[in-house]
């Protein structure tokens, strides 16, 4: 679809809540876009019933084509928020309606209830609240990790076991390094060292693939999750490790490591042999791993002269900075 075909509007809405709903009589009184995000349009949109009730709903939908850092699926994506609607520990707003098609906003777009709440990242940031803040986030990544996985839809890929999964991550690393337009040495001796040295296994779980307290909104009812596009079976320390090095301040693992990882063993039962601080530098870059591809490609586009806006510059800097991350962490992995 062509990105000019996009309609995230009050009309668009209007006509889709229309079809969907056309008992309640709905008058959409405003849709207004949030900034922020790499890959999906997010929009806040207001709603009158003629019952006299009033909503608020929250647009996440496909950007135009060639603008955002990041692809994923929204099909995947919805099937997922429906399952985890049903199932517990890990809570997320109420998935609503779903323009599977493009019909109506001209690409996909899911319609969750909005959910009146502060991002964790932000409340981390008021005075004294910082291990407080921590704890919360170490709570909610341990409740994605319990969820469980013969809930999930059965299009959500299931790993045969922990030694499988693991060489598929390396070996996605590996084909990343002979892929892109240029060599990258430094991934392949990256991918070698990992081979080299395996941390004990761990049960696979439902891992979120964006674990960070900006995903994380805390209102009256408690804590849910949100943007569940990288949402998958694999090893839980994943989302650690994912995290570990995230580059927005405060860190709540790098404030102190100590704390978040006995925290997350008491929870979980982990022992130090299968979550320590190297065991988490592992698995930042096999975290991490997906998303760097599409960086990898992203500037590998922007190199043949592919439009990719303000995002071009993000892409090569990322690229290159992720590459020196993942070398220096493969130099130690194994080491101490």
Not at 59 to 71: I, K, S
Not at 72 to 96: F, Y
Not at 150 to 167: G, H, K, Q, S
Not at 291 to 313: H, K, P, T
């Amino acid at each position: 679809m062509e990105p000019s075909a996009i309609d995230m509007t009050i009309g668009a809405l209007q006509r889709f809540l229309d079809a969907v709903e056309p008992e309640r009589g709905a008058t959409v009184t405003a849709v207004v876009p949030l900034s922020g995000g790499y890959s999906r349009d997010t929009a806040i949109a207001d709603v009158i019933w003629s019952d006299g009730a009033s909503e608020r709903f929250v647009l996440r939908a496909d950007p135009p084509a060639g603008t955002g850092v990041f692809l994923s699926d929204r099909d995947p994506e919805w099937r997922l928020l429906r399952a985890l609607q049903n199932t517990g520990p890990v809570r997320i707003p109420k998935s609503r309606w779903y323009d599977a098609e493009g019909q109506y906003f001209g690409t996909k777009c899911i319609v969750s209830s909005f959910y009146e709440s502060r991002a964790l990242q932000e409340i981390a940031r008021d005075p004294g609240a910082l291990a407080a803040a921590r704890d919360t986030f170490v709570d909610v990544m341990v409740d994605i990790h319990r969820t469980p996985v013969d809930d999930l839809p059965a299009d959500v890929a299931r790993p045969a076991n922990f030694d499988e999964y693991i060489d598929s991550l390396i070996d996605m690393l590996d084909h990343f390094s002979r892929s892109g337009a240029d060599s990258r040495p430094a991934l392949r001796y990256t991918a070698a060292r990992l081979r080299s040295y395996r941390p004990q296994p761990v049960p696979l779980t439902l891992v979120h693939g964006d674990c960070q307290p900006s995903n994380v909104l805390i209102g009256a009812d408690g804590p849910v999750v949100i943007d569940w596009e990288f949402g998958r079976i694999g090893d839980p320390r994943e989302d650690i490790g994912y995290y570990s090095d995230y580059p927005v301040d405060p860190n709540l693992y790098a404030t102190d490591p100590k704390a978040f990882l006995e925290r997350y063993r008491e929870r979980t039962g982990m022992t130090e042999e299968q979550l320590n601080p190297e065991i988490v530098e592992y698995f930042h870059v096999l975290g991490l791993a997906r998303l760097f591809g599409q960086e990898m490609a992203g500037a590998d586009a922007v190199a043949n002269g592919e439009f990719r806006g303000i995002m071009a510059s993000y892409l090569i800097s990322a690229v290159s900075n992720t590459s020196e991350v993942y070398f220096n962490i493969a130099r130690r992995v194994g080491t101490r």
